[in-house]
């Protein structure tokens, strides 16, 4: 069974930090390239991050410089540092494999910028 759990998100303050952690299990994860996604109130989900099996990473043009995404193959956790946080990263936030697959979408976790 594909399991993917995210934790982390919270309420933050602009320009405040969080790191978001996702685990995964029923998958070979260490063949796999691994994302990040985000979904807004009112919006589509949109692929904020990913990093391949060999710790390659890319970015969103509305999140580099200020996201990073790690993983360690051991545990089986992919990682989000966000610092610099704006009210625009407002969303909830989901890890998948890169390209996403339709079955793999887990619960996601909350991320609120706000004053």
């Known amino acids: 069974q594909v399991q993917l759990v995210e934790s982390g998100g919270g309420l933050v303050q602009p320009g405040g930090s969080l790191e978001l952690s996702c685990t995964v299990s029923?998958?070979?994860?260490?063949?796999?390239?691994m994302g990040w996604y985000r979904q807004a109130p009112g919006k589509q989900r949109e692929w904020v991050a990913e990093i391949t099996q060999r710790s390659i990473t890319n970015y969103s043009d509305s999140v580099k410089g200020r996201f990073a995404v790690s993983r360690d193959n051991a545990k089986k956790t992919v990682y989000l540092r966000m610092d610099s946080l704006k009210p625009e990263d407002t969303a909830v936030y989901y890890c998948n494999t890169d390209p996403p697959w339709d079955n793999y979408w887990g619960q996601g976790t909350q991320v609120t910028v706000s004053s």
């Open positions: 029923g998958i070979f994860f260490t063949a796999n390239p």
